[in-house]
């Protein structure tokens, strides 16, 4: 693994205009960066995060099998209790799930170790399925990238495989909150894909779906929404004025309800309570563990329930070395041993395993400054190249 600096794209104006991004004159694409790019070996990424994502995604089900005969799981991960048997019946039912993200610290020489698992609202999956496959095959006609180089990047046909293989009686869905551009363009492209596979679709955002009489939920022509694909993480959606009709609705949610318990931290303090000691799990325990004690010197605290590096503490003994700002921790936290993201020219890559229907897919990654990764980083592309 290297990181390798390279010119970027003569015409990444024209590109950004094609692809609906941002573009500025002294610093190219906003949270883009392509002077430079990771260089990885075919082993590399077949052994050292590709085989690791699929197994953990394995010890995850594991994970679920167990919440539904042990109810203290989804009391931990602070699931209201009214939404119990609603999580666990869509389990149960092994309702299909779409894609998630889990998120490495890798260095190249392994193992990578699991930071979280964001399994129901991750974003960037654009930047990582199409416009940096582009920047590769672009690059590699001008010669900016050696011969040769590849890609981990089956995403796109993936999902196209994905959304054909569900079964959607009528019109689907696609909803978020609009305002927010990395949930819009995740969702938009999401939808083309859903095209694509020969779906009918309707795109709406989350603050427009209705409830008729019935308890069914309907658009903003009164049409009853059956598949609803969703990028609106569940603790929220339990939280709305609509949340109590879930139940009831009728509705095939993607991301499925049992998506609840692999989107939160505390997964990373079960998984390491069943599979303690595993290559690629960090020592993590819920705070108010007293095994929590074992972890001397530094360590970090994560809420629950956050996003975009929010509310993250690096803590070393008992003093606060970093402290990032958000909403989120008053539902609790658990605490993971530090392990640092590697240095590569003053900068912390993070790696982003994509899961698409529950097997590695792609790879993206996440560049900072600084050593906790918030929405302030740089998407950098890679290639592969013995």
Known sequence: MNRIPVSQRPDLEKAALEHGFEFQGDDGIPYWDETAYYRFTLRQIEEDIEAPADEIESMCFEVLDRSLSDETIMKRLKIPESYWDYVA???????????????????????????EYNADTPTTLYETAVFQWEWLEQTSEVGFVPSGCDQFNEIHEDLLAAFAGLDVPGRMHFACVHEIDDDKGTVDYLEECAQEAGLDTCSMSLKDIGVDPAGKFTDLEDYVIETLFKLYPWEWIMEEEFGKYLVGSGVHFMEPPWKAILSNKGLLALLWDMFEGHPNLLPTYFEDDPRAADLSGNYVRKPLLSRRGQNIELINGDAIRIQTKGPYGGEGCVVQAFHSLPVFDGKYPL?????????????SIRESRNIVTTEDACFVPHVILE
């Open 351 to 363: 790696l982003g395993c994509w899961l698409i229907a529950g097997r590695s897919a792609g790879l």
């Open 89 to 115: 019946q869509s389990w149960r039912r092994k309702e299909k799930d779409l894609y998630g993200r889990m998120d490495f610290s890798y260095d190249g020489t392994g193992p990578a170790k699991l930071y």
